[in-house]
């Protein structure tokens, strides 16, 4: 592949008819060393679902190579290499570019794959500069077919060329070939200011779940109408935290008992429900969006932790009956008295057999 450098990127601006010189009055700078920009990676599978490309198993995925941290730009280019000769990443070809959405951007030189040398330019037909969107803007997508046993992490196989002549971002024409870049390279005639880059940036998408855990009136676990108080949650056999970095658990104030706000990772599909005096409960979900409004009823009257509901729970429930231990209280009026008794006896020497519950139903 012939490489496409600053040089040869200035020629093709000067092919549009809307390019402005470096030097135009009009132009205006300022922002430029000012921000963070960050070049980054995020994957998809075929249904859409963000993936963690540190772990990717063999199938085909979207890879959207992103940039943040720019409110505005001039030129966009990055150069890239894809090992496409071991196997592993088998193919690798291009889906669009932000010329395609945005079309205050044109491309100077069109995107191409070459022997694993890929290259994007996107120039602002703008006279000084375009605005962009900080949090996020999807430079190019592809479509990347894996082809492994186990998973592999896409940064073994596919790098951002650090070269300044090849990889820069400029924030506005009057900045002349001043440009953000990966690396301050040699002999050259501009300023580089420093950016960031990471190809498989580390997976956080957090899906959060949040309703309500009800103390059960049954032994199948399928009705509850009082929140029962004081319940953790389990993801993989480990608490799952909240944000002060303590196990998370049901609400115990007045008005909201059993509600809860849990975030997990995604890619999660069993929480696990776990208390004092619970029978534990695992409940299924498909791991990749937030859930709310669920409802997830618990046995609550398992004291001794056996699994079962029988005459030593009995004695038990008989040692608090008049009291107000919330172990006890079925109906959350802060006392333990006959109606809740009544509740008890209705799961007494039952045997407890939840049925499946998936949270995203």
């Known amino acids: 592949m012939n490489t496409v450098r600053k040089f040869f990127a200035a020629l093709m ?6 390019f402005c010189a470096p030097l135009c009055a009009s132009a205006q700078t300022g922002t430029l060393g000012t921000e963070t920009p960050y070049l980054f990676c995020s994957f998809y599978d075929q249904s859409g679902d963000a993936v963690d490309g540190n772990a990717l198993t063999s199938g085909e995925y979207r890879v959207d190579v992103v940039l943040s941290g720019m409110e505005n730009a001039a030129v966009m280019q990055f150069e890239a290499t894809a ?3 071991s196997g592993v990443l088998t193919d690798l070809s291009v889906l669009s570019t932000y010329a395609d959405t945005d079309n205050s951007f044109e491309e100077a030189a069109a995107e191409y794959i070459d022997d694993g040398q890929i ?15 900080s949090s996020g803007t999807v430079l190019a997508s592809f479509s990347a077919t894996v082809n492994c046993n186990g998973t592999i992490d896409f940064n ?3 790098n951002f060329v650090t070269d300044s002549d090849l990889t820069f971002f400029e924030a506005d024409f009057g900045d002349g070939d001043d440009c953000y870049a990966l690396t301050q390279g040699e002999g050259i005639a501009y300023t580089v200011y420093p950016m960031t880059a990471d190809v498989t940036p580390v997976f956080n998408n957090d899906i959060i779940i949040s ?38 658990v049901t609400s115990s104030a007045a008005g909201h008992y059993g509600e809860f706000e849990i975030t997990v990772p995604a890619g999660t599909t069993e929480i696990t429900l ?3 005096s619970t029978i534990d409960r695992t409940v299924t979900l498909s791991g ?15 004291y001794n932790d056996d699994s079962k509901v029988n005459n030593i729970d009995f004695g038990a429930f008989n040692k608090k009956l008049n009291g107000t231990d919330v172990l006890y209280d079925y109906n ?4 333990v008295n006959n109606i809740d008794f009544g509740a008890f006896k209705k799961i007494l020497n039952k045997t407890v057999n939840y049925p499946e519950l998936s949270l995203d139903n």
Not at 119 to 133: G, K, Y
Not at 216 to 242: C, H, L, M, P, W
Not at 332 to 335: E, F, H
Request: with cysteine.
């Open 119 to 133: 290259a994007v330019i996107l120039v602002s037909e703008n006279e000084d500069t375009s605005p962009i969107d």
């Open 156 to 158: 073994d196989y596919f």
């Open 332 to 335: 959350n009026d802060n006392k």
């Open 211 to 248: 309703g309500t855990v009800l103390i059960s009136q049954n032994e199948n676990g399928n009705t509850g109408t009082f929140g029962a108080r004081g319940i953790n949650f389990k993801v993989g056999g480990e608490y799952v935290k909240d944000s002060g970095g303590n196990n998370a």
């Open 83 to 85: 090992n496409l000769s």
């Open 288 to 302: 990749n969006t937030d859930i709310s409004g669920v409802s997830i009823p618990i046995i609550y009257c398992d």
């Open 274 to 276: 776990t208390g004092a």
């Open 13 to 18: 601006l000067l092919s549009f008819t809307v």
